[in-house]
């Protein structure tokens, strides 16, 4: 059990028999009265965000997760395919609702880092950066400064995003997951 000093951002709790993890905690005074503590806990299955307020007296189940390796195979009608690290054989999958906007920068044999809550895999957590092919870009006019140079491609994932003038067919750029923004040109 967690106590309410133990209770911080980053730490997992279980509520209703489902892991959260802390958010954002923030202590409050009221006027004479006692501290309490204002939550925001992220559901770890489904990735919904609620508020919670906990006092003092209140103690919460620690959450127990495991994390380990697995390699992202193939998807499929909106389903994730994956398979264990060290054992290729054992195959899992995960819809792509559940993986949220990190799924349209899988490539095959990317690792990726599975969490597990009672013995079933109930999500992944994709590298914050990785690095992928441009496989289309349109043609670029030269002396438009209109616009803030940068031009739309296409990357293998068949995903496009924004990306300075230089950037041509072929090149390898690094792309952050969580914002799904260009980062860098990698010279390989």
Do not use: C, W
């Not at 209140?58 to 398979?83: H, L, M, P």
């Not at 993986?99 to 880092?113: C, M, P």
């Amino acid at each position: 059990m967690l106590s309410y000093s133990e209770l911080k951002k980053g730490a997992i709790i279980t509520i209703n028999d489902q892991p959260y993890e802390i958010v954002e905690a923030q202590n409050t005074f009221k006027g004479r009265g006692h501290s309490y503590l204002q939550m925001k806990l992220k559901n770890l299955i489904n990735g919904t965000v609620i508020s919670k307020t906990a006092q003092p007296r209140d103690s919460f189940e620690e959450g127990e997760i495991e994390k380990q390796e697995a390699t992202f195979i193939y998807n499929n009608k909106g389903k994730y395919v994956f398979s264990e690290k060290e054992n290729p054989a054992k195959r899992f999958e995960l819809e792509g609702s559940l993986i949220g906007d990190a799924s349209k920068f899988l490539k095959a044999g990317e690792t990726v880092t599975t969490v597990i809550f009672k013995d079933k895999i109930i999500n992944i957590i994709v590298p914050i950066k990785v690095n992928l092919k441009v496989t289309e870009v349109p043609p670029g006019v030269k002396g438009d400064r209109a616009q803030s140079g940068n031009k739309s491609v296409t990357i293998e994932t068949g995903v496009k995003i924004n990306v300075p003038l230089f950037i041509k067919e072929g090149d390898i750029i690094e792309i952050n997951t969580e914002s799904g923004e260009y980062v860098r040109r990698i010279n390989e």
